[in-house]
Structures are given as C-alpha cells and as structure tokens.
C-alpha cells in the first residue's frame, strides 16, 4: 500500500501536489553517487600525529617491506584476524589487479561490477565477463586453468552477496586449479562474511577511509604463489607505518560508527520504506552501500533526468555495466531520513509510467 495517499478532490489534490512539487524543486540536492562520508575532527588530528610518529621510525622513508611493514601487518591480525601467514599488504583493490592479473589465463570477470577492474584486468590478458552463474558454469566446463573475479558480500552496483551454495561452488572451482579471486572491499557493509581459506580475497579501506586512501591486504590459499608485482608493488613505507600507529581498536570503531554505520543506517531506511510501500525487497535488505533499480519505458539517461528534477543524483546503470537499462542509488552521502526521501521519490516513479523495479536476486545470501 503506498504511504500518503490522499482521498480528497480532485482540486485540492491537484493544488496540493503542485504545492509539493515547488517544495521538492526548492529542497537540497541529495546526491546519491556514493561520496565519502567526512572524517571526524578527532579523526583528522590522531591521524596527523600517526604520521609524525610513522616519519620518526628507522628507515620510514626505506622501501617498503615485500609483502608489507610488519607492524600493520600486526594491526591487522589483531583487528581483522587475518592470517599472519597468508597476506600481503596492497595498495588497495586497483593496485591488487594490477599486480595479480595472470596473461597466461583467461580472466572471468563479473558484469555488473566496477568497471575500472575489467579494464585492469583485461590490459593484461584475455577477459569474459558474465553474470556469476554464466561464468561458473564456464570455469566447470573448462579444460584449463582459469581466472576468476567477484564480489561479495555487497557488491557493487546491487548489493548482492554470495549465497552459501555459490560459495560452496567457487570453492569448488578454487579447488579444482582455477585462481579465485574475491574481492571483499565491501565487507564492512554487510551481516556476514564467508570462511575464505580456499581463495584470494581482497580487502581495501577505500569504503571506509576514502576512495583514494590507496591501502589494503589480499589473503591467498596456502599453496599460492605470489607474483612479484604483487610482493614488490605495496604502498610506501612512511604510508604504511601511518596507518600501523592511526589503526587501533577504538579508531576503527570510531570509523565504523562515523563512516560506515550511517550508510548502512541510510540503505536500511530506504529499503524498509520500499517494502512498506510497494512490497519490494521481502527477503531482507541485502548487503553494500548501494541499490539498483531497473528502468523500463525510458531510457535510463532520462531515469536519472526525472530524479535529478526531484533533487536526487543518482548513477546510470551503464557506469557499473549493469545489463539492463537502470539507475544506481547509493547511500554514502545521505542520512536515514534523507534515503527516506528518495525512497518515497522511488514509489511515485514506480507507481507511474514508465516506471522503476528492483533490481535484486531472488534470495539473499551470506
Ligand atoms: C567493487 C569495487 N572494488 C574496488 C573499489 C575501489 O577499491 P580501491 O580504491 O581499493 O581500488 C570499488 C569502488 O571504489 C568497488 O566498487
């Protein structure tokens, strides 16, 4: 049933959706790109001492340790529990593709995803891109050795995340010879995250920090072999140390709650109001910091026009190779009340022609 519905005249009615639609027209642009939440003040200040005590250590302007400087490498075991054995600090999602990107395998990559990684990925070998089922079923059938690529949990553009028997088959896959690489930058928005001893996964502080904070880890299976681009490519010394000093139970809990937690706090409220008002997303919220809506009867350059007439920037579906004609909404840069809005934005849209529908897999996983 859709909230607000009015049982008045005609007239009135008419003059009071005009009145509505000059306050709209008139309320602040919300943007639903995806920006970086702001750092606290206290944020900002600990982490510039952090780099004055990173630049007073022995060899902080050195090369950097292969495979990282043991002191995050501490940080993260302590904070993470990641495998002091099997990681490697990266430079982030990007720089982990750069380095990891195998020529002599074919490369399978997901579509929707984010689209620099296949464009990485591909530079430096061959690339098929398909929805996940496709490419297991490609990686079952192949008679050689292939690469992988996902995301999950939450991944980017429609939040979608593993369901356990897809994860039982990647594991599968990783156990038969193929390299499987998960990427998990999406992690800290989502309920669970799955046991990964048997692939790569990749992990970033690029959906916490910043897009451009340019630090994270991979963990490998036991019997990978690492490539020297990976080991020999990891961020600076002096970049590394600041964030081993900056990184401490309570500044990570402070990050969470101040960057994370909002977004998550945001994507709950619009999808709850969804399911109020239209019924959609009855098997739960699912994971990441974005939703997708599929567009039908316009194109989607002029989905995102309508919105934007409403005070809402949202994502063509086309930036994230989404297949089919949709819009992205994330939540990053918006409070609950203000995804609120959009989310009763979305139901007009969705109540009219042409019109909006979720973009969403059947049943959610973990
Ligand atoms: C799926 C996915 N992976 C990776 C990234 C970026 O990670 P990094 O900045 O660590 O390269 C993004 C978005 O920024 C993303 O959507």
């Keep these: 049933m859709v909230r607000g519905s009015w049982r008045r005249s005609p007239i009135a009615s008419r003059r009071r959706c005009s009145a509505v639609r000059a306050l709209r027209t008139a309320s602040v642009m919300l943007d639903l ?7 606290p003040a ?4 600990a982490f510039g001492d952090s780099q004055a005590n990173a630049l007073r250590t022995q060899g902080a302007w050195g090369p950097p340790r292969p495979g990282g400087d043991v002191r995050l490498i501490n940080r993260l075991v302590e904070l993470f529990d990641v495998p002091t054995d099997r990681v490697c600090i990266t430079s982030g999602v990007r720089g982990f593709a750069a380095a990891w990107a195998d020529s002599s395998r074919t490369m399978l990559v997901e579509a929707p995803g984010f689209t620099p990684l296949p464009a990485i990925l591909g ?33 980017n553009p429609d939040g979608r ?33 799955p046991s990964s001893i048997h692939v790569w996964t990749v992990n970033s502080l690029s959906k916490v920090s910043g897009g451009g904070s340019r630090l994270g880890w991979a963990t490998f299976p036991p019997d990978a072999t690492l490539p020297v681009a990976l080991t020999q490519s990891g961020p600076a010394t002096i970049w590394q140390r600041t964030w081993a000093d900056f990184l401490s139970p309570a500044t990570w809990q402070t990050l969470l709650r101040q960057c994370v937690e909002p977004t998550t ?8 109001r969804l399911r109020e008002n239209l019924g959609w997303y009855p098997d739960g919220a699912g994971d ?13 350059s002029q989905m995102v026009e309508r919105f934007r ?58």
Aim: hydrophobic share 40%.
């Design 33 to 39: 790109t995806g920006p970086q939440r702001p750092w």
């Design 42 to 45: 206290a944020l900002v200040s």
């Design 123 to 155: 530079a430096s070998g061959k690339i098929r891109r398909g929805d996940w089922n496709e490419l297991f079923t490609v990686a079952e059938e192949a008679e050689k050795r292939l690469s992988l690529w996902l995301t999950s949990p939450g991944r």
């Design 161 to 193: 995340s593993m369901s356990t028997a897809e994860s039982t088959r990647l594991r599968a896959l990783a156990r038969k010879g193929h390299h499987v690489v998960v990427n998990q930058v999406y992690r800290w928005h989502a309920a669970e995250l």
């Design 265 to 272: 706090e945001a994507r709950l409220a619009f999808v709850e």
């Design 288 to 300: 990441g910091v974005s939703v997708l809506l599929r567009v039908d009867g316009i194109s989607e």
């Design 309 to 366: 007439a409403e005070s809402l920037r949202v994502s063509p579906g086309a930036s994230f190779d989404a297949p089919h004609p949709s819009v992205r909404i994330a939540f990053s840069g918006v409070s609950a009340e203000q995804a609120d809005r959009a989310a009763e934005c979305v139901t007009r849209f969705a109540s009219s022609l042409p019109s909006l529908t979720p973009d969403y897999p059947a049943s959610r996983g973990c």
